[in-house]
């Protein structure tokens, strides 16, 4: 069975990984990135795109929607949190970067963390009053919050209206490499880069206090506040950490794509983010990622799959969760004798 | 912004939105009565509800097809209108309810019994959701599919600025009538019995001999066959439909629901009419585009100041 | 005579149209094993619901050294003093024993989440203390071999233990155990009754609810019975079990093994 044999490689690459030295990690994780940056310049009909190049499927949907499913991993699979309206903060973050461009000389790093703010704000604004409701209610909340940033947007002429806005500028250039239309692979290492970052922070924060608070929550939250958890506290947090990291991914993906409109912005694209979240496995970031990668090639691969994408992706769920509720890979840790801190 | 704050329509059209507000009302009733009856036993929200209400609106048009009845066509007599319709509501009444059981038996049946999680539930629903208004989507190219006019829409009499017609007398007074009828389902059968004894205790309930799945089962489909007669009165009115239809549908039918006190089945009613009278009133004062963020802003209010309603009981679970 | 630490005067709750406490005042003093006993029902659960900050009470109060604890939440009254287990029990079933306990341990500081990311010297030893405080918790409990393991993985009597380590890791002074003994054997009870001591001996107050009378008895200083809702006796076990009301309570009710 397949999941058997991914799961015993998985413990293999763990029990090699548990008994490696320091520098043989780092070279790992030095090969590993290099791999990923190299990407683009493979050119092999196997895994060539149809109708967009494979570079620009890898800047979006592939390193886009790994950016965001890591985003909503901690909303909903760390801490159980389900969230149906995260294409808010990405809409958000890619606004920002249209507004400030269009209008502004701002430097694109500061609007970068503009957005990020801003996305932040509104996972506050959202969060205070949501987060003290129950799991369905919740939900309910967050979809009508995705919903009500796209209607605003439509209905709201001076930020484009239904018709969005055009002539976003692109980033300036980083150590020489330029940002134009033609080329969509600085892009990818720019977006690439940010995945990497918001790795480090997630993992370091993951094997520390809040990593515990969010599964605790997650696990029982009742529980978790008799032990001294608080819980509302860092409910708000994975928000937040959830809205900056989609509100970056609009800034970059505003910045390429030169022109947004609110049809960009649909309650499909949370959806298609939480099938990431659910198919990779909740709570799993690694799992996740491949998930996000899985479900954003395919349908761009298996161009006949791409129609009926969300169809999939329902068909998905409704599967996943009742025969594997934990995901493909599943969110398990590797049960070990010792611990060791990191 | 966009919005022009603007009462003078109000004033002038109050009858006329009042009036309008009821008949949207009845219907959002019916559909909310799904969501409200389905949480009660199961303290859950049937997301996927919403295209149970779609697949009704799907219906109805297949019924039209199939009796050769063009868009073109003239509105019928009364007498025909009236055995046509009939056909329509009982045929998507079926098809919501029987979309409902299979429904209920593909998605949430055995994370019931796996004891899951609330949010493992969640999900199963929304995946269905979205797998049944994709399918829709696909299978009518997404286009908007037009009703054809059953019944001639002139005003029958004129109260104020409310043009009564017939089609809106026929969806006040239909609409009554389930209501009466699933009252004495409610209150005076054995199922009734059965789903107001798993609402309020399963555990007992399963101890005293009630068969919690057939309860279950028989719930959904109560509430799809609702929503089926919901989308009949929603088609003959608006004489439109599409594969999102029940998004908004739905939304607004939920926090009828809510604004009511979910699970309380007069609640769903009194939440229903209110909802449909507010959004006639702050349609003609915002603008119709504002429509749903009103609707949203309401479900948002309701759940962060009264929780349970407006009829709705404090509920105490000991969950420790 | 030793200091009144746990005290709850005149403790009423309502639900409805059910008075689930009824004017009870109980308290624990330092240094004291004490058990809360009553049948099925009696509202003992409920005590330790309401006393956690998790259920508000009608009327009454309850306080901790003095602190009065009425409409604190319950994290806060956990950091204060007051831990409890569950009687069906509920760990975080996809984390390991240490983590369990390592996240009570962290409700003891202050520590926030920049500091956690961005290695702040006071995250960092916070960190430490949290990590090593469970170890040793572990390592007090007899689970020290089961660290790395997922606590829904553990043998049943030893997820009862987990639970009472994770308990101990917010320093209570009172531990409120529910029905730790379910489930268990005789040889299991009478290790648990060890441990209820040793655990005392560290420091801890104890208020212990059960129904296994021969456990109660051999390892309580004092015993409060509570029948629909009103405290009917308190004292040495050896009165309560000649008491007439608590037979009479009691009645129908078999001395039965958990």
Known sequence: MPSLAKFN???????????????????????????FFGL??????????????????????????????????????KSGILDLGYVAFFAIGAYTQALFGLH?????????????????????????????????????????????????????????????????????????????????????????????????GIIRLSHRKPGRAWEAIREDEDVAAFMGVETFKYKLWAFVIGGAIGGAAGVI????????????????????????????????????????????????KLRFLSDIRILIFGVLMVVMMNLRPNGLIPRKKREVISEKIK | MGATLDFSILVSEFASLTFDGIVVGAIYALVALGYTLVYGVLRLINFAHSEIFMIGTMACYAVTLALGISTDADPLVMSSFVLVFSLIIVIAGLASGASAVVLEFVAYRRLRKMKASRLSSLISAIGASFFLTELFR????????AFPRLIDKEPIFVISSAYVTADKLFVIVGAALLFFILNRVINHSKLGLGIRAVSQDETTSVLM???????????????????????????????????????????????????????????????????????????????????????????????????????????????? | ???????????????????????????????????????????????????????????????????????????????????????????????????????AADGLNKSGLVGSLFGAPRSRRDEKISREKAESLLQFIGLEHRAGQLARNLPYGDQRRLEIARALALEPRVLLLDEPAAG??????????????????????VLLIEHDMSLVMNVSDRVMVLDFGNKIADGKPKDIQNDQRVIDAYLGVTEHDS
């Open chain 1, 9 to 35: 490689l998985r413990d293999r690459f763990g029990d090699w990984w548990d008994g490696s030295s320091p520098i043989q990690r780092a070279i790992f994780r030095v090969i590993l990135i290099a791999i």
């Open chain 1, 40 to 77: 683009p310049f493979l050119n092999n009909p196997i895994i060539d795109t149809p109708n967009t190049s494979f570079e620009s499927v890898l800047f979006y949907p592939l390193v886009m929607f790994a950016v965001m499913a890591v985003g909503l991993n901690v909303v909903v699979g």
């Open chain 1, 104 to 200: 502004t000389d701002l430097n694109f790093w500061i609007v970068l963390l503009l957005g990020m703010a801003f996305a932040m704000f509104a996972g506050i604004l959202l969060g205070v009053p949501a987060l003290r409701l129950r799991g369905d209610y919740l939900a309910i909340i967050t979809l009508g919050f995705g919903e009500i940033v796209r209607i605003i947007a439509v209905n709201t002429e001076s930020i484009g209206g239904a018709a969005g806005l055009t002539g976003i500028p692109s980033p300036p250039p980083i150590f020489g490499i330029e940002f134009s239309v033609q080329d969509v692979r600085p892009y990818y290492w720019l977006t690439l880069t940010l995945l990497l970052l918001i790795l480090w």
């Open chain 1, 253 to 300: 993906y505003a910045s390429q794509i030169l022109s947004i409109e609110p049809a960009l912005f649909t309650l499909n694209v949370s959806i298609m983010i939480l099938a990431c979240v659910v198919f990779g496995g909740m709570g799993n970031i690694w799992g996740v990622m491949f998930g996000a990668v899985l479900l954003g090639y395919l349908p761009e």
């Open chain 2, 138 to 145: 696909i299978l009518t190219d997404s286009k908007n599919i």
């Open chain 2, 209 to 320: 001999g009630v068969n919690v799945n057939r309860v279950v089962s028989l719930t959904f489909l109560i509430g799809g066959i609702l929503a089926g007669a919901g989308s009949a009165f929603y088609m003959v009115f608006y004489e439109t439909t599409k594969a999102n239809v029940g998004f908004l549908v739905g939304v607004s039918a939920f926090t009828a629901a809510v604004l009511g006190g979910i699970g309380n089945v007069r609640g769903a009613l009194v939440g229903s009419f209110a909802l449909g009278l507010i959004q006639q009133y702050s349609s003609a004062v915002l603008g119709y585009n504002w429509r749903d963020v009103v609707t949203f802003v309401i479900l948002v209010l309701v759940l962060l100041v009264k929780p349970t309603g407006l009829l709705g009981e404090a509920l105490q679970r000991a969950r420790v």
């Open chain 3, 1 to 103: 005579m030793s200091q009144k630490l746990l005290e709850v005067n005149n403790l009423t709750i309502k639900f409805g149209g059910v008075t689930a406490l009824n004017d009870v005042s109980i308290h624990v003093s330092e240094g004291e094993i004490a058990a809360l006993i009553g049948p099925n029902g009696a509202g003992k659960t409920t005590v330790f619901n309401v006393v956690t900050g998790y259920y508000a009470p009608t009327s009454g109060s309850f306080s901790l050294a003095g602190e009065e604890l009425v409409g604190k939440r319950p994290h806060v009254i956990a950091r204060n003093g007051l831990a409890r287990t569950f009687q069906n029990i509920r760990l975080f079933g996809d984390m390991t024993a240490l983590e369990n306990v390592a996240t």
């Open chain 3, 184 to 205: 268990f054997n005789p040889q299991e009870k009478v290790e648990l009754g060890k441990l209820i001591r040793k655990i005392r001996d560290k420091g801890h107050a």
